[in-house]
């Protein structure tokens, strides 16, 4: 599996999304603009001392992700998405993609992709969402619980 998060804003976020693909074997793939540097001391926290076991790829934009793996399938998560997190029948190779923690995915990005735009059910009538690490290990394990966890014990 790959994870995909574009323009990630919150350096915890992200090391525990790291952590998360360690222990997963899941590649990381960072796109666009950071709200941070790699380097910074809250990655380390959170998962930075993991990295050196992390399948990690950096792209500038999505447009040179897709590039790189355009055969592969690509999936959007959003408050926005079409249908439910768990209606997905996931690839072995498929991305999840994520955006930032304060903007989402663009509604451009939504639209052009909206066959493949997805969801986590939540209660309404909240301004607030699950926090982005949380979405993305749910996803990330439906994904996987549906291919047996393939090399976890």
Not at 37 to 46: E, V
Not at 109 to 116: G, I
Request: proline share 3%; hydrophobic share 35%; glycine share 8%.
């Amino acid at each position: 599996m790959h994870v995909a998060l574009i323009n990630p804003d919150i350096p915890q976020n992200t090391g525990n999304v790291a952590r998360t693909c360690v222990m997963t074997a899941t590649s990381l793939h960072l796109v666009g603009q950071l709200g941070f540097s790699l380097d910074d001391r809250h990655m380390r926290r959170a998962g930075l001392d993991y990295w050196q076991h992390l399948d990690f790829y950096y792209h500038e934009s999505f447009e040179a992700l897709v590039k790189e793996y355009g055969d592969h399938t690509f999936y959007f998560f959003s408050t926005r998405g079409k249908k439910r997190y768990s209606e997905i029948a996931y690839g072995y190779n498929d991305f999840l993609v994520f955006g930032s923690e304060t903007k989402g995915l663009s509604p451009g990005l939504l639209e052009q992709w909206v066959h493949c735009s997805a969801r986590v059910p939540m209660i309404s009538g909240i301004q607030r969402s699950l926090n982005l690490s949380n979405t993305v290990a749910l996803v990330l394990y439906e994904a996987l619980r549906q291919h047996h966890f393939p090399g976890m014990e």
